[in-house]
């Protein structure tokens, strides 16, 4: 059967090939503009799809990226006529494909949109969560997002863009109910002991609140949002107003030191990354000069440097796992968790001492 005629009723933008080719070189964003003579601004347009594929940037890219400068004009004049083509049909076919892309019945069941159950109910309120009013608007609306997401997770092949899209979405709107101060980088710096100390509550009902607040007073917003279907983030981060940032954490392996370990290491891309990025925590093994900065700050909070040794060499039993926590004031589950890092112990060992969670027991 001849495909010559094939009209998708979806669009992909050349940056989303771009991010794809730019991750499995493992080559960062900042790399990139560098190779291109670029801005980081303008190199960020590109892939989000916010800046057209001239005949010179073609060029540039064949040489600097791969493929021929033909493939990336051919590339962007597909896209653009795409364009075209969805916003003189506003098809209903379209509005179809793009409930596959988007975790529909877990949003449903987490109650981020309400639906009849019918087709044009799911595509109604799928629109009106973010805010759109049509496909396309949501596809040039989300495509910075869509595509800084698939940068981040096309090596791992484990989170779906829109399923992150989405789950970024309901935590943005949950965060711009949360009141804070002016966004404070020193006073988060300092306030980083005083939520260490909160590693040693049990209760999630307790501890969550009051990491809130103390967040707040810093100017950030923090959020725990559970992950649908699709998106196999652990958290993220990212500024959603000039003088307001966006901790969130999804809870995904509900236990105290993945918990913990991951809200510092979001913590850490606040103190010491750019204020334009997303950072997204998706399960990947592949982890940028910026991830391993955000785990060691994550690390060095939680194991301070003088009791980094004694963790090296403390006997593998329960007695003296429990008294280094007491010791350094954090709970046994996180030594457990900072000794399976350090491979001393395998990922299967001691895991009982750890706390788990449960999600009707997390005050979210």
């Given amino acids: 059967m001849s495909d010559a005629n094939f009209e998708p009723d979806w669009m992909s933008a050349p940056g989303a090939t771009l991010a794809d080719l730019l991750a499995r070189q493992r080559i960062s964003i900042e790399k990139f503009a560098e190779l291109m003579g670029y801005s980081v601004e303008r190199a960020d347009k590109l892939i989000n799809g916010r800046a057209a594929i001239t005949r010179k940037v073609a060029e540039s890219l064949a040489s600097k990226i791969g493929g021929s400068a033909r493939f990336w004009m051919s590339r962007e004049e597909q896209y653009r006529g795409d364009i075209a083509r969805l916003q003189a049909s506003g098809s209903l076919a379209a509005a179809r494909a793009w409930l596959r892309e988007l975790p529909v019945q877990d949003m449903v069941k987490f109650g981020w949109i309400h639906s009849d159950g019918s087709i044009e109910g799911k595509i109604e309120s799928c629109l009106q ?26 090596l ?15 935590a943005h709107l949950r965060a711009a109910s949360i009141e804070c101060k002016s966004w404070n980088l020193e006073l988060l710096r300092e306030r980083l002991s005083r939520i260490r100390e909160l590693t040693r509550h049990k209760d999630a009902n307790i501890f969550v609140p009051q990491l809130r ?6 100017g ?39 918990f913990w370990f991951t809200f510092f290491h979001e913590a850490g891309h606040l103190l010491l990354h750019s204020r334009n990025a997303l950072f997204l925590e998706d399960g990947s093994d592949v982890t940028s000069e910026e991830e391993q900065e955000a785990n060691r700050l994550s690390q060095e909070v939680l194991i301070p440097p003088h009791a980094r040794h004694e963790l090296s060499k403390i006997a593998l039993n329960k007695r003296d796992i429990m008294r280094l926590g007491v010791k350094i ?6 030594v457990v968790g900072q000794l399976q890092h350090m491979k001393r112990l395998r990922g299967d060992q001691f895991n009982w001492m750890k706390l788990r969670y449960k999600w009707e027991s997390i005050a979210v």
């Avoid at 969560?129 to 096309?154: C, D, I, M, P, Q």
């Avoid at 791992?156 to 309901?170: D, I, K, N, T």
Wanted: glycine share 8%; with cysteine.
């Fill in 129 to 154: 969560f973010f805010g759109v009013k049509n496909v396309l608007a949501w596809r040039e609306n989300y495509s910075g997002a869509l595509s800084a997401v698939a940068f981040r997770t096309s």
């Fill in 156 to 170: 791992s092949l484990e989170s779906e863009p829109g399923s992150v899209v989405a789950w970024l979405r309901h």
């Fill in 213 to 218: 607040r103390i967040c707040a007073e810093c």
């Fill in 220 to 258: 950030v917003a923090f959020v725990v949002a559970r992950a649908p279907s699709g998106c196999r983030a652990s958290g993220a981060t990212q500024f959603i107003a000039p003088n307001k940032a966006m901790i969130l954490l999804s809870f995904r392996y509900l236990s105290d030191d993945q």
């Fill in 329 to 334: 004031g954090i709970s046994r589950g996180i």
